[in-house]
Structure formats: structure tokens, C-alpha cells
């Protein structure tokens, strides 16, 4: 029989609904500062924790309910019958519900504070009486969710209990909010890039249909502490985003980021299939799409500039899955939004992130993101590059981090003419970048030649610069190959493998 609640909540969202239903059933309701004086300007009877305790808070409100008068409530075994008298003898009475929501640490770490602002943050009262009781759960209803409030009055209004299954629930999900919790404050604390353990704090932000196929389930979840392109997006238009949307956006928004022109990346499949930049989003756009008239149907677009209506005039021309930009004018809104499946995203935030994570059968392989370029770029054959061919090659190495290896993009005059990834050989994706290209002027490289048959390759179809990390022993043979033909070959001493 429910006769005492314990409530103390930083946000008050349904708080009134469960506090008059409690009175109502004549439990008691034990509370503190802020949610104490938050009950009793609404007439609800509450006693204060301090009542209970005989101590009043102190270190500025660090310790109110670090009391056995309170966790002993909480804690003692309703069958076990030491227990019970234990607290008895004490004066302890039992407590059969506690209501918390804790400290918002997630929301405040990535707030304009100092160190010592947000570790007041850190909640240790909330959460070691919410740990007590899902310790207790069959003795004991946590609610830590004010989603679960309106099932466990439900339940307690017809039954006039709540199920076994539902307070097991309940408390796994004091311990499942616990470990994103502990996690966040944790590497806040150590700063460390590479902890002995690794936690991770995300919450889930969706559920999805299906994963990459219609047979896999999935659903979305962010981060709780960090901030990203890819959780602080708006949707505008469009059906729901699937998890294949996700991945696609995030390959293509960040694309479209390295640019500090006017850039658009259309990607297919989680490969660029087109990359230009431009001194305009319009034309961006138009050279993006004429890399791969084909491939770009039913692809996402990502533009690093803010859409006017031209642009939008043409994307609506073809069938597009998703048009995400840093913002979008109000008639070219209005175009776009008259397919009302295209899937609309403003997203104003450049990715940022610093890891990046691969999950394989029984562990998580962690990396730093790659979010360099070159180490240098150093002209290593007898004839350099003009500064538009430079110019050129930086564009294609910056597209090649995102192909799958081993990544071949030829460009001309800012626009990816051919792009060849995810071969087993070098050689294959040169041949199917230059062949898909007709007539590019540079070629760039994601790793080293091995063998000089891609600069042999490339001569046949004019490229006049290559640039690639170098590394390899047979660097001489290549280098010269393109002296032989008058290519231009630049070495950046850092490869940018994506498997």
C-alpha cells in the first residue's frame, strides 16, 4: 500500500497532475526547496524532508536527504521482518515512491560556465535516492521519467498498486539513466582521450522504421553533452528521416564543410557522387549535379550556403531524398516544400567532432576524426602545379577523405569530374574516376601509388597534376613516370584511408 512519497525534482513538468492524484489518495508527500515551496503555493499538503530528518539542509543545499531516516526508508525489505522492526526502533518510517529528476549536467556542461559552475551540476543526492530505491523496486515506485507518471497513476488508480513488471522497469531505467549520467560526468572530469573505460552518454532521439534494410531494426540516439551537426538539425519538410538518411547527411554535410567557398556535395549511398564549389550556391549546385547526372537521383544534397530560389528551382527539377543547408529564403522554402516528401533540413552547426567510433563483433575500435589535410604539400617532380591546378588538388584531397578507399577523384576547375572508391586496387578506381571524368585536369589520391601504372593511367587521359601522400618504395618510379609525360606531382605526407 502506497502511503509516502518522496518528491524532489529540478524540472516541475507534471508535477501538479501527480501531486494533487498522491494527496488525493491520502499518501504523504516528503519534499525539498525548490519542489517543497513549488507544492505548497499549489495547496498540496507536503511535508519538508528536514521535518523528517531532524537536520536541516546544509552546505548550501549539497546535503538534504543524505539521512538514514531517508534511505532507510527507502531501503528497508518490506518481507524482511529485521528490516522492519530495524526501522521501526529507529522511528523510521517507510517510503514507498520516489519521484526525482536530477541535476541538468548534460544541459549545463556545454553551457558558458566555469569548471566549478557546472561541477555544482553534479547531482549526488537525486541520484543515490534513486539508485536506493530501484535497488528496492519491488517495495518501492522510482520515477525518474515524466512520461511514466500518467501509466503508474493509471495503474495505481484501477489496481490500487503498480505491477511487478512495470517497478522492475522503472528501476532499470533509473540504472540505464545512470550510466549516461556517470558517463558524461565522467568525461568531463578526465578529459581523457583514450579512458580505461569507455562511456558513453547518448540518449535516444528516435525510433526508426528499419536500419539498412526493411529485416534490421534501429533507431537514432545523440550525445548528452556534446554538440553536433547532426543532432542540432531542424527538419522542415519531408517524411521521417531512416537510418540511411542519417548516415548519408552527415557524409554529405560534412563535405560540403570543408569548403570555405560556395560548396555542394551530393552523396549516394554514403559516397560522394558529386562535390563542386563555386562563387555562388546556384552555380555550386549546377556543377555538383553535372558531375553525375545519374547518380545524384534519389540523393542527398548538403550546401554549405543559404538556399535561394534559383537553386531550389532547380533541385525540384529531379528527385531528391534530402536538401540540407545552413539556412534556406522563404521562396525557395516554398518550392522545396511542395514535395512535401522531400525531406528539408537547416542545419547551422559544422561538424565537430573529435572520435570517431566502429562497432565490431564484441568491441568498439576508437579513433581521432580525421580533420586534417596535409602535413605539407611538397612539388616533388620537375614540373609544378599552376595555382588553379593547386588549388584542384587540395579540392580533390579534401573529397578523397570521404570516399571509400581506395579513393580516386579527378576534378577540373573546382568540380569532382570522376570519383572511384571502394575497389580492391588503386588501378580500378583510377580507371573508373577517369573513364567517368572524360576530360579532368587533376587527379587526387587518398594513399600512395605502389606502382607507377596509375600515373601511366592518368597520362592517357591528360591529367596534368596528381597529388598523393607519397610513402611508397616505389615513390621514384612514379615520380619518374610523370616527368616522362609532364605531369605535375605533389606528395602531402598524410593518407586519408575510409574503409
Known sequence: MLTRALISVFYKDGLLELGEFLAKKGVEILSTGGTYKYLKDNGIPVTEVSDVTGFEEILDGRVKTLHPSVHGGILAIRDNTEHMQTIERKGIKPIDMVVVNLYPFFDKVNEDLTFEEKVEFIDIGGPTMIRAAAKNFQDVIVLTDVNDYSDVMKQIEENGDVEFKTRRKLAGKVFNLMSAYDGAISNFLLE??????????????MGLRYGEN???SA???????????MKDF?????????????????????????FDEAACCAVK????????????????????YECDTTSIFGGIVALNR?????????MVKIFLEIVIAPDFDEDALEILKAKKNLRVIKCDVK?????????????ILVQAADDQLVNETKVVTEKAPTEQEMHDLLFGMKVCKYVKSNAIVVVKDGMAKGIGGGQVNRIWATCEALERAGDGVVLASDAFFPFEDVVQEAAKYGIKAIIQPGGSIRDNQSIEECNKH??????????????
Not at 192 to 205: D, I
Not at 306 to 314: F, L, Q
Not at 351 to 363: H, Q, R, W, Y
Open 192 to 205: 581523457e582521450e583514450y579512458p580505461e573505460y569507455l562511456t558513453l552518454s547518448y540518449k535516444k532521439s
Open 306 to 314: 543559404k538556399v535561394d530560389k534559383a537553386t531550389a528551382e532547380e
Open 214 to 216: 526493411p529485416h534490421q
Open 234 to 258: 531542424i527538419q522542415l519538410n519531408g517524411k521521417e528521416l531512416s537510418y540511411n538518411n542519417i548516415k548519408d547527411m552527415d557524409i554529405a554535410w560534412k563535405v560540403a564543410n570543408e
Open 351 to 363: 561538424p565537430e567532432s573529435k572520435v570517431e567510433l566502429a562497432k565490431v563483433d564484441g568491441g
Open 486 to 499: 609532364g605531369i605535375a606531382m605533389v606528395f602531402t605526407g598524410m593518407r586519408h584511408f575510409k574503409h
Open 219 to 229: 533507431a537514432y540516439y545523440t550525445s548528452t553533452v556534446e554538440k553536433g551537426s
Open 269 to 288: 549511398h554514403n559516397t560522394p557522387c558529386g562535390v563542386a564549389v563555386s562563387d555562388n550556391c546556384y552555380n555550386a549546385y549546377l556543377k555538383a
